[in-house]
T-cell receptor, first 113, second 114 residues
Framework: KNQVEQSPQSLIILEGKNCTLQCNYTVSPFSNLRWYKQDTGRGPVSLTIMTFSENTKSNGRYTATLDADTKQSSLHITASQLSDSASYICVVSAVDSNYQLIWGAGTKLIIKP | DGGITQSPKYLFRKEGQNVTLSCEQNLNHDAMYWYRQDPGQGLRLIYYSQIVNDFQKGDIAEGYSVSREKKESFPLTVTSAQKNPTAFYLC?????????????FGEGSWLTVV
């Protein structure tokens, strides 16, 4: 069964600190993996997209990694800011007739001043 | 201003009522989607449409209905058959169904049963 699991479920860190969020998936055949940021009560916004051949991709203070062999991805946030407080969702796309998207439950990140 | 417009932002439904959530886009995207989000859970697909006048059931279509009469519009009706409709509903679009294309989301609609 295609699944995406994220950890931790929630995380609280102090402003200025770094953090890493994890995503493990069992989706096959794999097409790509995306990270989305969702502010409370808003729609998700895409941060990065990674294909099978990509190991690392950065978007400002956000850096995503992908290990296609172990089926793991991480999202590293550097020098956190209060505006980083949000849910971060991992989404994996499967190669099927409709390019099915499998969504993780997200990690809720809270940045404290 | 380009984008995806969902309305209303907040909606209250009485028991036994049908309600319709609006989703309009001016991105000229072919594919449109409706998702439901409950606290602590991932997004779940209700319905999707790849082209005008065609739509497909997602994972949790029971109690919902949609139409796609125009490329720009994909309204979702929550019927009285949906026993637990209180949730956050998200409309999304994609340029085409190709897996490399990013999905863009509207701002969401909160539906509460009173």
């Amino acid at each position: 069964k295609n699944q995406v699991e994220q950890s931790p479920q929630s995380l609280i860190i102090l402003e200025g600190k770094n953090c890493t969020l994890q995503c493990n998936y069992t989706v096959s055949p794999f097409s790509n993996l995306r990270w989305y940021k969702q502010d409370t009560g808003r729609g998700p916004v895409s941060l990065t997209i990674m294909t099978f051949s990509e190991n690392t991709k950065s978007n400002g203070r956000y850096t995503a990694t992908l290990d296609a062999d172990t089926k793991q991805s991480s999202l590293h946030i550097t020098a956190s800011q209060l505006s980083d407080s949000a849910s971060y969702i991992c989404v994996v796309s499967a190669v099927d007739s409709n390019y099915q998207l499998i969504w993780g439950a997200g990690t809720k990140l809270i940045i404290k001043p | 201003d380009g984008g995806i417009t969902q309305s209303p932002k907040y909606l209250f439904r009485k028991e036994g009522q049908n309600v319709t959530l609006s989703c309009e886009q001016n991105l000229n995207h072919d594919a449109m989607y409706w998702y439901r989000q409950d606290p602590g859970q991932g997004l779940r697909l209700i319905y999707y449409s790849q082209i005008v006048n065609d739509f497909q059931k997602g994972d949790i279509a029971e109690g919902y209905s949609v139409s796609r009469e125009k490329k720009e519009s994909f309204p979702l009706t929550v019927t009285s058959a949906q026993k637990n409709p209180t949730a956050f509903y998200l409309c999304a679009t994609r340029r085409s169904r190709g897996s490399g294309n990013t999905i863009y989301f509207g701002e969401g609609s909160w539906l509460t049963v009173v």
